[in-house]
């Protein structure tokens, strides 16, 4: 027996983007995947695993979307040394399913040729078949498998038709082993070689595809609207309008009823354990502190929700082409919107995803402001602030007057985003940015099932961001706030005399000039590890200091403790603050030096503190101090 | 047809000079003056006019152009374009819809079919 028929064979995705490869991934492995990062480098690595029939394992790695195997970023790198086996602690692929979407073949059939090339055994995939089907469009299986040379297996990914196909095939060559390839014969190719594989591509699909006769004209009909120039940048504000008034209306609604369900947690166990520190360290810091954290997970699923569908539904594009001139005029790429807009869930996800931008500058551009877009994490914070100072008032019936200061500041964040992108363009990077060429995809009605395991896999991992990193913080927030205990017959509050009462009263004079109290100080200081530590750390601040004399909910603390203008100043503080280790950590891991997480701490940190300034200064000088 | 139309490298240029429009022929456009209905057939893919201009060299935006499929005999057709300063502008090409600056498409050159 062979080495081979031992262990799971490996099996690489590979396809042009919008093809539907992640649905066929989804389709192949349901829920048996993993979603790490390549070693080295920060492109996500996502592998399942598949048992076929007779029993035999599959390991399948979904490989980043490209046109060509002449990579242009990071992640289309990925994708070629995945194919051709130079990737550091990948093995070389046992079989190659290239993933094609059965309407629009042309491109593919360059990169299948490319693939050939490369030598490795491989199963074309026609996906979305039943599209093509319903358009009228006639391939000539049999003769393209003759010309390829390679099995063809047709298949509806959303709805798991021709995956059992698809197995068997990869199988049955994983079993031949060694015998269907042959040494790898592909490199870069010239200009005139691509012309060359084009012309091929035309005269196989001269040969063995007959045009649609029904063609796809629902999607130009909708584009006619979407990409209209006044009407489709209409449409754009409006998604982003109502995205972010379900964010805080239905997001917030769960949130509440979450709130609640940990207050009554805490509450049971007050009234169950004698009071004492084992019963604060449970309610103060671990119920209250992961709590409040927990509780904005609805709105981050929201989120999700609405960029996932409008990315499946093939809106996402057409929001970068509609984007592209006016992020143009800031110096950022049209690539630039889908990471920054990724930023508004998170800014991780977002640096990471800048990888498709395959010009050095454009990136780091990109990079270094994606951190201003309001990620998720400071919903909590503009929640706790907006809940605590802005009435809840509803004007015309539906528009929430607390939904438009949260759609302001949102605005804020875009607006400075794209300053900050113009002064790095016009000051420190004078030059053209990269080419902006994309592909506009086919309409598509998502599919509910694909949406939902996205969101779902999103939602993950933030509950685990929120397991692995907020919990021990809140751990050493408790601590902090009550170690050293009050020496007996203290009349103070508790945490006067704790560390972090200390660190707060001295770091006080330095923010003072911006309206900030000593608690906050204290909150800031946690809050630097993650920014919505901040809201668990002020409960866990407030609660201790007040326990017993003020159990109301932490905005009504805040509301009595803090003047308006401290509250707009901790906004505007929280528009610009570099309060998230972790997106310092993945800044240094993308750009490999401590330069640019040292240059965004620092403008972003000059930017809070000038911002604040000046809010709470023009806020007093009006009378709301 | 390709060193007839090399321009030296002056990034200024984004014009054809008149004796160069009257050699291309009539119904002969780059990619970058087309307007919205304007189709045609692909006649001819470079990227020459603008070294410096793009972020990438005029050989890899060219390759670029070509693996999008902007393809000497390729079909192609303005569908729509930005608001602002008419860019971006989205094509049919063949049987997909693609994006692109008009900065990047001058040395794309369109024999427009006759209306």
Redesign the interface.
């Known amino acids: 027996m062979s080495e081979l028929a031992l262990r799971p064979a490996r099996v690489a995705l590979v396809g042009n983007p919008n093809t539907g490869k992640t649905a066929l991934f989804n389709a192949l492995t349901g829920s048996r995947q993993k979603v790490a990062n390549y070693a080295g480098v920060t492109v996500e690595r996502k592998e399942g695993h598949v048992t076929t029939a007779s029993g035999r394992s599959l390991s399948v790695l979904d490989l980043p979307g490209t046109?060509?195997l002449?990579a242009?970023s990071p992640d289309e790198a990925v994708t070629r040394d995945a194919v051709l086996g130079r990737l550091a602690g990948e093995a070389e692929p046992d079989v190659v399913v290239a993933v094609a979407d059965a309407?629009?073949l042309?491109?593919v059939l360059?990169l299948i040729l490319e693939l050939k090339a490369v030598g490795r055994p491989m199963v074309l995939a026609l996906n979305m078949y039943d599209i093509a089907q319903r358009q009228g469009l006639r391939i000539d299986l049999d003769g393209l498998r003759r010309e390829l040379g390679c099995p063809i297996v047709t298949t509806v990914a959303t709805r798991k038709r021709g995956v059992d196909d698809l197995v068997a095939q990869v199988e049955a060559l994983a079993a031949a082993g060694e015998i269907g390839g042959h040494a790898n014969a592909w490199r870069e190719?010239?200009?005139p070689e691509?012309?060359a594989a084009?012309r091929e591509a035309?005269r196989i699909l001269r040969a063995y595809v007959r045009?649609p006769e029904r063609?796809d004209t629902l999607?130009?009909k909708i584009?006619?609207v979407l990409?209209?120039?006044?009407a489709?940048?209409a449409i754009l504000l409006g998604l982003l309008f109502v995205m972010f008034q379900g964010v805080f209306t239905w997001g917030k609604w769960v949130g509440d009823q979450m709130g609640d369900g940990f207050t009554a947690l805490g509450a049971f166990i007050a009234a169950h354990l004698p009071p004492g520190l084992l019963a604060s360290f449970l309610t103060d810091g671990v119920i209250s502190g992961v709590g409040s954290v927990l509780v904005f997970l609805p709105q981050i699923l929201v989120l999700f929700f609405f960029i996932i569908l409008l990315e499946d539904f093939g809106y996402m594009?057409r929001a970068?082409?509609?984007m592209?001139?006016?992020m143009?005029?800031a110096g950022l790429h049209?690539r630039a919107f889908i990471p920054l807009l990724s930023s508004f869930a998170c800014a991780i996800p977002g640096i990471m995803s800048t990888r498709v931008i395959?010009?050095k500058r454009?990136r780091l551009t990109t990079i270094l402001v994606a951190p201003l877009m309001t990620c998720s994490a400071r919903i909590p914070v503009y929640t706790l602030i907006i809940g605590a100072f802005i009435p809840d008032r509803t004007y015309w019936g539906f528009m929430s007057l607390q939904g438009l200061v949260m759609f302001g500041l949102y605005a804020a964040g875009i607006v400075s985003a794209l300053g900050v992108s113009f002064v790095i363009r016009r000051v420190f990077w004078r030059?053209?940015?990269?080419?902006?060429?994309?592909?506009?995809?086919?309409y598509k009605l998502p599919s509910a099932a694909n949406v939902a395991r996205n969101v779902l896999l999103r939602g993950q991992i933030f509950v685990s961001r929120a397991g692995r990193i907020i919990f021990p913080i809140m751990i050493v927030v408790w601590v902090l706030a009550n170690v050293p205990g009050p020496p007996p017959g203290a009349t103070e509050p508790a945490i006067n005399f704790s560390v972090a009462g200390r660190l707060g009263h001295l770091l006080e004079p330095l923010l003072a000039p911006i309206g900030f109290n000593w608690q906050m100080t204290v909150a800031l200081i946690p809050g630097f590890a993650a920014r919505e530590v901040a809201v668990a750390a002020l409960g866990t601040v407030y609660a201790v200091s007040d326990a017993g004399g003020n159990p109301g909910a932490l905005a009504t603390q805040l509301a009595h403790h803090w003047s308006l203008a401290t509250g707009l100043s901790f906004l505007a503080w929280y528009v610009f603050a570099p309060q998230c280790a972790s997106t310092l950590g993945v800044v240094k891991r993308e750009t490999n030096s401590w330069r640019w997480p040292i240059i965004m701490f620092l403008y972003m940190a000059g930017l809070a503190y000038l911002t604040s300034f000046a809010t709470y200064h023009l806020a007093v000088a009006l009378g709301a101090g | 047809m390709h060193d007839m139309l090399a321009e030296p490298a002056d990034v200024a240029v984004t014009q054809l000079a008149p004796t160069q429009v009257a050699a291309a022929g009539a119904g002969l456009v780059r990619l970058s003056a087309a307007r919205p209905g304007d189709r045609g057939v692909i006649v001819e893919v470079g990227a020459q006019s603008?070294p410096?201009?793009?972020?990438?060299d005029v050989?890899e935006?060219?390759?670029?152009?070509?693996?999008?499929?902007f393809?000497?005999?390729a079909h192609i057709e303005l569908?729509?374009?930005?608001?602002?300063?008419r860019?971006?502008i989205?094509v049919r090409l063949?049987?997909?819809?693609?994006?692109?600056?008009r900065r990047?498409a001058e040395d794309i050159w369109i024999q427009l079919d006759a209306r």
């Open positions: 046109y060509s002449r242009r309407t629009n042309r491109l360059r190719p010239t200009a691509i012309r084009h035309q045009p063609p999607t130009g584009d006619a990409l209209h120039p006044v489709g940048l594009a970068a082409f509609l592209d001139r006016i143009g005029g049209g395959d010009n454009d030059g053209a940015v990269e080419p902006f060429l994309m592909e506009l995809p086919s | 603008h410096g201009g793009h972020g990438v050989d935006l060219e390759r670029r152009l070509l693996e999008f499929g393809v000497e005999g569908l729509h374009e930005g608001a602002i300063r860019d971006p989205a063949d049987d997909m819809r693609v994006a692109l600056r990047d």
